[in-house]
């Protein structure tokens, strides 16, 4: 009866509403539910809808029935207004309702405890091309905003795993354009100022919507969605991958240097990015250079980052970008246009993680970087080292350029892209000479 009553319902509203249900004398206790956040008004949907699943109990799912077609009549209400203009999206009052209509729907994706909950699924799923829509509207408005996303984040959370084939693509299609509409009017828009320690966490949280959007993604391409839905009927893990790298290539432009700093965030992110790298390196390759070369750059501060598991993530995913291109040759494009792209991530590897002490939290990674580095130019990767050496005192110089040599055997380098028994040996071999080279520059050189 109240789903569609605003805080800035008038009392006229509310009794004409009430007694459309017969509920005249319950005015007062209507009056305070309304008043309640609508947070607090979407926790008291999941708690009755999971209290009123059993659908062995009539009365129960009369009442289910009636909270879920409550919520539908009011968001179909508030569609047909907005495509018929009778309201403009900016009006206050189509913007409150908005709110609650999206917030609402979150509490019923939040109510995956329910018994037989796949009903919650089939009500929801028909509904996220019109939800997905509303982001177009109310981009600029982080209320809304933020609420949409956190209802897809949840919604695929709790629910991916049941969807069939054409529920996934309904979902995937619907998230697509959820992301393209956030990303145009975010991209522009959001600035990171730098603030104190104290006043990180506080600030972090200015930024809830972005961590949202990542989360999205993430569950959108877990490891068990794809692998079920492999199956004959099931979508084909291609369309998963395609939205996440579409939605990636969303969420790119928005992740600074600024929002890097944030551990949260940053952790989210790199956790996405690493797993994209290093599963389907072949559709990094192929992103717009503008769009590589921001995903590159977040990949260069975060392998110095002083979380062990960003950098390693980060590493590794430089490593599996060289090791695309050594065996496919898939930078072709942009190495033509900016023939630096390896020279830039040669450069600093070496002097911001390989010759700092925090190389040693991660070593082996570092040197899994190195060497398909190293190998894809060994002419171009020399001149990174001979720039390098420059910089450091003359009389040492020299025992930095034999360490280089001792360390970089071209037949070594020859099988960087070996697989099996004769690559595995050869990455084990390296790991071993990699950490004798750091011990030995670390003995006499760590460049500031």
């Known amino acids: 009866v109240t789903t569609d009553l605003t805080h800035n319902s008038s009392t006229v509203e509310l009794e004409a509403a009430l007694q459309t249900k017969g509920l005249a004398s319950s005015t007062v206790m209507a009056r305070g539910y309304q008043r309640l956040p609508y947070e607090e008004r979407s926790r008291i949907l999941t708690s009755i809808l999971v209290a009123t699943s059993n659908k062995q109990d009539p009365s129960a799912t009369a009442m289910f029935q009636e909270c879920l077609a409550s919520v539908q009549r009011t968001f179909a209400r508030l569609v047909q207004a907005l495509r018929s203009k009778q309201i403009a999206s900016e009006d206050l009052r189509a913007k409150e309702m908005a709110n609650v ?18 009903r919650l699924a089939q009500f ?3 509904a996220l091309t019109e939800l997905s829509g509303l982001m177009s509207y109310y981009a600029d408005d982080l209320s809304v ?4 996303l956190r209802l897809f984040r949840d919604f695929t959370e709790q629910f991916v795993i049941m969807l069939d084939k054409e529920q996934s693509t309904i979902l995937f299609n619907a998230s697509a354009e959820l992301l393209k509409s956030y990303s145009a009017q975010h991209c522009a828009s959001r600035v990171v100022k730098k603030v104190s320690s104290e006043a990180a966490l506080e600030e972090e949280q200015e930024y ?3 961590l949202c959007a990542i989360q999205l993604l993430i569950h959108l ?16 893990s291609s369309q998963v991958t395609d939205i996440i790298f579409f939605g990636l290539q969303q969420v790119i432009p928005l992740m600074t240097q600024g929002l890097l700093q944030f551990p949260t965030l940053c952790s989210h992110y790199f956790s996405l990015v690493g797993f994209m790298m290093d599963t389907y390196p072949d559709k990094v390759c192929v992103l717009p250079y503008e ?21 390693k993530s980060c590493l590794q995913g430089i490593a599996g970008i060289v090791k695309e291109h050594l065996k496919n040759d898939t930078l072709s494009d942009h190495l033509a246009s900016h023939p630096d792209i390896f020279d830039k991530c040669s450069s600093r590897l070496l002097k911001e993680v390989v010759f700092q002490p925090a190389v040693w939290d991660r070593l082996e990674t570092a040197g899994m970087a190195v ?21 450091v005192p003359i ?23 070996s697989g099996g028994y004769e690559g595995r040996m050869n990455r084990l071999r390296f790991k071993k000479d990699f950490e004798v080279f750091v011990k030995e520059i670390h003995s006499f050189l760590v460049i500031k």
């Not at 729907?105 to 109510?111: K, Q, V």
């Open 208 to 210: 809830s919507d972005i």
């Open 371 to 391: 060497l398909p580095l190293a190998a894809v130019n060994i002419q171009r990767f020399g001149a990174v080292v001979n720039s390098l050496t420059q910089q």
């Open 101 to 118: 209509c999206v917030v609402m729907y979150g509490g019923i994706a939040r109510a995956s405890e329910a018994d037989d909950n796949d």
């Open 291 to 311: 769009l590589f070369d921001a995903l590159m750059e977040s990949l260069l501060f975060g392998m110095s980052q002083v979380d062990t598991v960003v950098a």
């Open 221 to 236: 391409g877990t490891k068990d969605f794809i692998d079920i839905c492999s199956i004959e009927g099931g979508v084909d």
């Open 124 to 126: 929801i799923t028909p």
């Open 395 to 417: 009389e040492q110089q020299p025992r930095v350029q034999s360490a280089f040599q001792t360390l970089l055997q071209a037949e070594m380098l020859s099988k960087v892209s």
């Open 145 to 148: 905003c933020e609420q949409l």
